[in-house]
């Protein structure tokens, strides 16, 4: 089942100008599910932007041109590194001499990339995180067009970066004060960076779903074949090292007459996989890999208990609210999360669940027991959920977005030949 956006409750203005305004957003993915960066191509295009997204590409999977709607084109370059991007995630170690041809391999894609970007003939070039932003500032340079940076991360510490914090630290720090805007995703986060680079505040645009109303349905336990009708609860988004995951497992063996099912793919999967089977978890710990974007949300209202068990193991994390927090709060799903401060100022002043300390695996699973055990807990923080939906949606906060590039496009008359 796909699932519908509402219709927006304001209509966003358009710019003035009677040419549509060019953007080219560089992303170092193949923008197959990029939540955040769809959000903002859409935001653009509805404004009247025509947003070109130049992605990586995945031969005999995604098209090197696809138009997802009007006013947004998306380009995919690169060979076959998105297919690299996909199997590094797995964690394999490498020779020297495969490091070397893929540090050649990233760099021939994103010398296409930049090249594709400046065929565009941009206004505006927004770079969608650091792996990025060298090449986007370079562009910026040769088009002539203001540079706008989206630092999703804190990539100066931040898992499996740590080898790469000095050339990260040192990329931001010459560039990020150059740019004509920046974003971030949380306040913490906007902080971070007005301090560490000498900036104003990143604008903040948290990583939140557009509303959607989707039903709750049985999907994840159709699709899993689960014939108990325990509580089935939910972990989705990237399996990988620093979430909680291992603990989530253990967890899973104090809590009894539940389902704990993992959507997503990543380097942890088959460590999460064996350490179940090593428990006799096998018929209650499942695993669904990656789903596509507009089908995500159907499973998300399928389950019953929403989980962010993230570590507090580098101050990415610290500082994190994350994607899934929002979707589980726009499918309703009472949630139990790690007690770090954004994920904090999100449950906290909605009441939409439980949080614990973060690497503890007892008190997790003792709140994750809690609300099993408890469906009349479930059923108020499902209510609660609904309300805090209204708000927590990417559409409350677009027009922070819109207002943004108003203030760094130059007016039009400053291309005439555009």
Known sequence: ???????????????????????????????????????????????????????????????????????????????????????SAGGRSASWFSLLLQASSRTFALLQMGRAALRARPQVIHAHDVNVLPTAWLASKLAGAPLVYDAHEISTDREGYHAFR????????????????????????????????????????????????????????????????????????????GRGLLRLVEAAADVPNAYFVFIGGGRQRRELGERAESLGLSHRVRFIPTVVLRELPSYTASAD????????????????????LFEYVMAGLPVVASRLPEISR????????????????????????????EPSLRDEYRSRAALAAQSLNWEAQEQALVDLYARVLPAPSAHPGS
Not at 347 to 372: C, F, K, S, Y
Request: proline fraction near 9%; aromatic fraction near 4%.
């Open 166 to 241: 000095g050339l990260v630290a040192g990329l931001e720090k010459r560039i990020m004060p150059r740019a004509a805007g920046t974003i971030t995703t949380t306040d913490a986060r906007a902080k971070f960076f007005a301090r560490a680079y000498g900036i104003p505040r990143p604008l903040v645009l948290q990583n939140r779903p557009r509303r959607v109303q989707p039903p709750r349905g049985n999907r994840i336990r159709d699709e899993l074949g689960l014939s108990e009708p325990w509580p089935i609860v939910l972990y989705q988004g990237g399996l990988q090292p």
């Open 305 to 324: 208990i929403g989980v962010q068990p993230i570590e507090n193991t580098c101050l990415n994390h610290f500082t994190t609210d994350s994607n899934k």
């Open 346 to 373: 999100v449950v906290a002043p909605h009441d939409l669940g439980l949080l614990v300390p973060p690497g503890d695996t007892p008190a997790l699973a003792a709140a994750i027991r809690r609300l099993v055990d």
């Open 1 to 87: 089942m796909i699932n519908q956006e509402l219709p927006m409750q304001d209509e966003i203005p358009s710019i003035a100008s009677s040419r549509a305004a060019r953007v080219s957003m560089l992303v170092w993915n193949t923008f197959q599910n990029d939540a955040r960066v769809l959000n903002e191509a859409k935001t653009l295009a509805r404004a009247g932007y025509q947003v070109t997204v130049h992605a990586l590409a995945l031969p005999g999977i995604a098209p090197r041109v696809e138009t997802p709607e009007a006013g947004i084109t998306v380009r995919r370059c690169g060979g076959g590194q998105g297919r690299k991007q996909i199997k």
